[in-house]
């Protein structure tokens, strides 16, 4: 990059969108790659630096996406690396299976000591979100002796059979993949906009409790034979919807009162991006298990199940994973931790402040506006046609999500008809305002044109 490319913060578009290599490259994709992707406009990304993305033509954005949650410092950021190049020319794998290296014991105890709450932990690795779900199911089955598991109506854990099975976000998902994993069972999420089933959002967390209480254990499924309860703390898939402290709290009531685990998906969640290490924090409580993955190693593909040490006490060949715990994602992965702690948390938390501030009157002004929620730097605006009804706008979501991509601002959907805004935590004020002032012009649009 030329030294004025290298200082660019905010997009620069060179070509109509998209442009000529991109039209070319999308359309080889289209031939050869499995069409079971979802991608919502044709960005080709040649190279990225900080918050901005350039394209095969030379097109830069600003990317409030971050590689779904995940570039969390960044995109090539030099400390992540400098820490990646010089791993790679020392050891790129032995297999954390059968041998020992340091840079995961340094990382296990990291984790460890950032994880909520006082009790011992020990860590797991593996290579993605659902692994690490898949992980902590099996976990909860060896450690608890039980077989039922519990999750919620818009969750998103990942698309291998047993995370799939807990997965209740969106029909396609399942659509077609025949019977998945019994004793299941789905509660409603604690939907402080829409109330439980659109009703009483005011109760939403008492109702979401009583549910699992009054039906779940009275008509369905024994306590005794539930092995964990799944949550999102901040349901992503389903539209960037935080869970009341208040009933993550109960939630850990209810588990402690009938021996069952708790487990925080924090895949998405954790690892900084609400202005705390994880979501939970905001809360107060101490899951028995957590999962992250996504934002743990700035895009390398690396995952970890962090439970009480009490809890995986699983032996020798129970579980493991011959590319988990890779030693160049455990070395960027320390080199992400660093970051965080040194600037990137609290930046989350200032920069997830100034967007609050800036989209605090846009319900007012924008007609479409339902709700703008979430916390630090995962932020779910919803879409509805009407304020009172709240019936749901995919549509002027979608046309937003277009218009500011030919703005040059990337950004993504959640759930049927939000917008979620996740982008790297290293963002500064004048990217978040350039977002801000961006999306604002997008909603005017779309509510004049639809």
């Known amino acids: 990059m030329q030294v004025a490319e290298k200082k660019r913060k905010l997009p620069h578009l060179v070509t109509a969108l998209p442009g000529p290599k991109a039209k070319e490259i999308v359309q080889r994709d289209h031939d050869v790659v499995s069409p079971s992707y979802t991608r919502d406009y044709p960005l080709v990304a040649k190279t990225g630096r900080g918050a901005v993305v350039e394209d095969v033509d030379g097109n830069t954005f600003l990317d409030f996406a971050a590689g779904i949650a995940v570039v969390a410092t960044g995109h090539c950021h030099p400390q992540v690396v400098a820490a990646i190049q010089k791993q790679a020319a020392e050891l790129i794998h032995m297999s954390c299976t059968d041998f020992y290296y340091e840079g995961m014991v340094e990382l296990a105890e990291k984790l460890a000591a950032i994880a909520p709450g006082k009790s011992a932990k020990r860590v ?131 588990c402690r009162k009938h021996g069952i685990l708790l487990v925080a998906d924090e895949v998405q969640s954790g690892m900084g991006r609400t202005g705390k290490w994880w979501a939970v924090d905001h809360a107060g409580i101490e899951p028995d298990i957590i999962c992250t993955a996504k934002g743990i190693a700035s895009g390398m593909p690396l995952c970890a199940v962090i439970a009480k040490a009490d809890v995986m006490d699983w032996k020798p060949g129970a579980h493991a994973s011959t590319f988990g715990g890779n030693p160049v994602c455990i070395a960027a992965s320390l080199a992400t931790i660093a970051v965080l702690e040194e600037t990137a948390i609290a930046n989350c938390a200032a920069m997830g402040e100034f967007i609050s501030r800036q989209t605090a009157g846009w319900r007012e002004r924008h007609k479409s506006v339902g709700d703008i929620r979430g916390k630090g730097l995962m932020i779910g605006i919803e879409f509805v046609r009407d304020q009172k009804t709240k019936e749901k706008a995919p549509g002027i979501r979608d046309h937003v999500i277009e218009s500011a991509y030919k703005k040059g601002l990337l950004l993504l959907g959640a759930g049927e008809n939000s917008l979620r805004l996740a982008p790297p935590l290293v963002i500064d004020e004048e990217q978040a305002d350039f977002a801000v002032r961006t999306i604002d012009e997008c909603i005017s649009e779309a509510e004049r044109s639809l």
Not at 216 to 221: A, S
């Open 124 to 254: 797991y690795f593996g290579n993605s979100g659902a692994e690490a779900v898949e992980a902590a199911m099996k976990l909860a089955r060896y450690h608890t002796k039980r077989d039922k598991f519990i999750a919620f109506h818009g969750c998103f854990h990942g698309r291998t059979f047993g995370a799939l099975s807990l997965t209740a976000s969106k029909a396609v998902q399942r659509k077609h993949f025949g019977s998945l994993l019994a004793g299941v069972f789905h509660a409603p999420y604690p939907n402080t906009y829409r109330g439980a089933y659109g009703v009483r959002p005011e109760n939403a967390s008492a109702d979401a409790l009583a549910y699992i209480e009054n039906e779940l254990f009275k008509r369905l499924c024994d306590p005794s034979d539930v092995a964990a309860i799944f949550i999102e703390p901040v349901q992503g898939e389903g539209g960037y919807l935080p869970a009341p402290a208040e009933f993550l709290q109960g939630l850990e009531r209810l």
